[in-house]
């Protein structure tokens, strides 16, 4: 990764925010809609767990690197031309999170000369933290010894595992090429946000799909796919740290395949 | 509940189920293809866990209460004219299962003259056991103590988040008028199966539609919805513990209405 190690830094990032967030899990918080009218399922929620996660991350990471920039889901962007910035989703899965379904995480990504680094997904209900350098991978699940993880193989999109978040966030335009490769999957799953980039990277899933996404929803998870053996790109085969329509693969050959079906 | 007192029988039946698939759980095992040619999506996995675990239920049950029957998804079914039947499904969500996501569970009912009268669902990776006896309900997460579960008032479907297992599982006739319902829910989360009723009993989700379910998928989660608040009945309002077409609903006047939309 870089030359600085940041892995005790991020360590501390996962378990303060987890800390911060646990106690609202399941609460009976009042939610607030913060969609813009008009949009898909017109429900975007965002607890105050969010906002005291981000605002705990934001801390650390000022106090400790004050001249990294930061970009979070909540409070936005600040210094985002230093050689390192930081990039936040306190709660990617909202909907999860407020059904009690823990299906989310804290994502905690690091750029380097705009590039994704190293990435975090902490889910603290769960007591699961993925990581990920870009060249390795690894998950610890409550008081085991972390394990490594890798993606797995997969040929043919007729033996694949697709998850998406939801088949509705589609735009018109997406909507008919993801379904037609949605129509081919072995097995598809929804409903999983950042749960899903972290399945692919265990080798228990081959293939995530999204558009729409900000790059707080995927920063973090790149160095993770990647450091499993994966492919993280956009839907055009480009760099996926700005978001947009996002196509992740454990297996290279699988990866180029569907990019060929997203651009009939 | 019964005259009986089954709840430590309960708890051994849950930790010894678990103890048999959670070494099963994001393992690379070869998923057996079970579902019949021209089954919706084609494929309805079983994994060695399913059967390790039904075979280790019905040992403790056959040892402990030998004239007791026995419905399970494995291995069929046993003397069900018995006062008391065990209704078993070791791994419901299995789908969820093969793809490493932790939104399955291990059903554990017994009826007692035909009625649903105390319910286990068992998550022994995430360490939540969901407990019901139609009269009260409560969750242990891990060392946590048991927290008694309330399903949550809910006046109107706008208001409603609602879970289902996939919009694709309903048939011909279904499947309209679960999309006319789905249409004007708040939020829609898919892909829960036994953890859906669970968050339902614990507060956080409204309404659950399913339709196909067999009596080893809902009877465990009879007396934990109803031990909650909730109401659990077929789509005609009528008794739920054969399965079949399946509404379950966190308050009552909410179901009526759900009820009636799905008897246009």
């Known amino acids: 990764m870089t030359a600085i190690d940041f892995t005790g830094f991020f360590e501390r990032l996962a378990r303060d925010s987890g800390e911060v967030i646990l106690p609202f899990f399941r609460s009976h918080l009042g939610v607030e ?21 981000e605002t705990v991350l934001r801390r650390l990471i000022g106090a400790t690197f004050p001249d990294h920039g930061i970009i979070g889901e909540e409070f936005g962007t600040i210094n985002p031309g230093a050689d390192y910035v930081w990039v936040l989703d306190p709660i990617d899965g909202t909907r999860s999170f407020i059904s009690g379904v823990p ?7 690091l750029m380097h000369h705009g590039v994704p680094a190293y990435g975090v997904m902490n889910q603290p209900y769960t007591s699961e933290r993925f990581r ?6 690894s998950l610890t699940h409550a008081d085991n010894p972390p394990r490594p993880l890798h993606s797995r193989r997969c040929a043919t999109l007729a033996e694949a595992t697709l998850m998406t978040t939801s088949p509705y966030l589609f735009g018109d335009e997406e909507r008919p090429l993801y379904k037609g490769v949605e129509a081919e999957a072995r097995l598809v799953r929804y409903g999983c946000d950042c749960y899903a980039y972290c399945m692919l990277a265990s080798g228990h899933v081959d293939l995530v799909i999204e558009s729409g996404l900000q790059p707080y929803d995927i920063v973090a998870l790149i160095p993770i796919v990647e450091g499993a053996g994966g492919k993280v790109t956009n839907w055009q085969g480009g760099p996926a740290a700005s978001g947009g329509n996002i196509v992740a693969s454990g297996d290279a050959s699988l990866h180029e395949q569907v990019l060929k079906r997203l651009n009939r």
């Open 33 to 53: 809609d913060k969609s813009a009218p008009g949009a898909p399922r017109g429900f975007d929620p965002v607890t105050e767990a969010d906002r005291a996660a």
């Open 103 to 109: 299906m989310w995480g804290t994502l905690i990504g």
């Open 132 to 137: 990920g350098d870009g060249h390795s991978a």
